[in-house]
């Protein structure tokens, strides 16, 4: 079954620093690996996925996230934090490795951005 | 393209009452997602459609809780005698066919008292 551990619940960054948010995933099937965002009291917003294509995904606002098999890891980064990139972020697999298409969630991470 | 959109945004009900949500997808989206999301977790996945047919229905939390897609268009979540538990955000989202990304819609937040 396919399962997701985001590691540190609550990350803080000063403004400009690198962002790392990490996310390990557990799958019997090659995964379909996603990182969305939340805002407070919105719906997700997805900013990147992988579906066996490159390894190294980019998506939007300037993030980044790295496919390791080898560490089962998906981890998601950016170079420089910006204020707006506070919010709570995401990993997301695909269940059934996409065949049915539900996502497995994990409890997500906080970012918080000092200036 | 309006994106996903859900109705009621706040929902604020008695313990016992019925409430349901309404979720309008993205409007070439075949497959249709339900998940509820609880403070501080991940979101959790109910149910879902592809056109009107319900394909997955074995998650959704108790016999209370029902789903329909009727003309595979819009969808509802009905939730029967409420109870204090099932407060959450509810959330939609849909995709193409290949089931790959999904698109959420902003939630509809349902505070039971």
């Known amino acids: 079954a396919q399962s997701v551990t985001q590691l540190g619940s609550h990350v803080s960054v000063s403004e400009g620093a690198l962002v790392l948010l990490r996310c390990n995933y557990s799958?019997?099937?090659?995964?379909?690996l996603f990182w969305y965002v939340q805002y407070p009291n919105q719906g997700l917003q997805l900013l990147l996925k992988?579906?066996?294509?490159?390894?190294l995904v980019k998506g939007i606002n300037g993030f980044e996230a790295e496919f390791k098999k080898s560490e089962t890891s998906f981890h998601l980064t950016k170079p420089s934090a910006h204020m707006s990139d506070a919010a709570e972020y995401f990993c997301a697999v695909s269940e059934s490795g996409g065949s049915q298409g539900n996502l497995i969630f994990g409890k997500g991470t906080k970012l918080s951005v000092k200036p | 393209d309006t994106g996903v959109s859900q109705d009621p945004r706040h929902k604020i009900t008695k313990r016992g009452q019925n409430v349901t949500f309404r979720c309008d997808p993205i409007?070439?989206?075949?497959?249709l997602y339900w998940y509820r999301q609880t403070l501080g977790q991940g979101p959790e996945f109910l149910t879902y459609f592809q056109n009107e047919a319900q394909l997955e229905k074995s998650r959704l939390l108790s016999d209370r809780f029902s789903a329909e897609r009727p003309k595979g268009s819009f969808s509802t979540l009905e939730i029967q005698r409420t109870e204090q538990g099932d407060s959450a955000m509810y959330l939609c989202a849909s995709s193409g066919l290949a089931g790959r990304e999904q698109y959420f819609g902003p939630g509809t937040r349902l505070t039971v008292t």
């Open positions: 409007s070439e989206h075949n497959r």
């Open positions: 992988y579906t066996s294509a490159a390894t």
């Open positions: 799958s019997s099937v090659p995964p379909y």
